[in-house]
């Protein structure tokens, strides 16, 4: 069965550059989605299809997918990105897998 | 404001059933995919199952296939999921959510109820 890897954390200084990844077999051949999970909350789609964004998120957020490697990318960090971040690949054979998820921590 | 109301939720042994319902409120379902999303308490996401705009598409994770049922009904705005043989791993939040395209079955969930909690406990 398909597997998605997701570090358990990462750490970030605001104002700089969070990466997150999400590796998976050939993971570039897929559409890869990312959320945004504050505690207490429900998700919130970041990003869309490897690098769209829905309305109202901001352009700090962008993702790439390349190998077995899809990336989202924070920007200029700020406290209130600190949250769960989770990818979720999705074609007719893994349906809507999710991966475990990372906690980004701004320091 | 546009809103996803879940209902149903709610305490139950183990191999009874429950029906969850979600409805739109300054939403409406027709034209959209739809999908059940769970959260076990302190875990991650798990997608549980999803049905395209006009049902001919429907799809279960493995976990649930053959216990649980997705259908919709757009007359009444509504998107349930029955779930049978409920086992104690069952016990989560469970989320109503829909397709960013709507016509697009797995296209990225950009509307998300706040939640219907089931707990399977004897």
């Known amino acids: 069965s398909y597997e998605l890897t997701q570090p358990l954390s990462v750490s970030v200084a605001p104002g700089q550059t969070a990466r997150v990844p999400c590796g998976g077999d050939?993971?570039?051949?897929?559409?890869v989605h990312w959320y945004q999970q504050k505690p207490g909350q429900a998700p919130v789609l970041v990003l869309y299809?490897?690098?769209n964004r829905p309305y109202g998120i901001p352009e700090r957020f962008s993702g790439s997918n390349s190998g077995n490697t899809a990336t989202l990318t924070i920007s200029r960090v700020q406290l209130g990105d600190e949250a769960e971040y989770y990818c979720?690949?999705?074609?007719?054979?893994?349906?809507?897998?999710f991966g475990p998820g990372t906690k980004v921590t701004v320091l | 404001e546009v809103q996803l109301v879940e209902s149903g939720g709610g305490l139950v042994q183990p191999g009874r059933s429950l029906r969850l319902s979600c409805e739109g409120s300054?939403?409406?379902?027709?034209?959209?995919?739809m999908h059940w999303v769970r959260q076990a308490p302190g875990k991650g996401l798990e997608w549980v199952s999803g049905?395209?705009?006009?049902?001919?598409?429907?799809?279960?994770a493995d976990s649930v296939q053959g216990r649980f049922t997705i259908s919709r009904d757009d007359a009444k705005n509504s998107l349930y999921l029955q779930m049978n043989s409920l086992r104690v791993e069952d016990t989560a939040l469970y989320y109503c959510?829909?397709?960013?395209?709507?016509?697009?079955f797995g296209s990225g969930f950009d509307r998300w109820g706040q939640g219907s909690l089931v707990t399977v406990s004897s």
């Open positions: 049905i395209s705009w006009n049902s001919d598409r429907i799809q279960y």
């Open positions: 050939n993971i570039k051949a897929k559409n």
């Open positions: 299809r490897h690098s």
């Open positions: 959510v829909s397709d960013i395209i709507g016509y697009s």
């Open positions: 300054g939403f409406i379902l027709k034209d959209n995919a």
């Open positions: 979720q690949v999705w074609d007719s054979r893994t349906a809507g897998l």
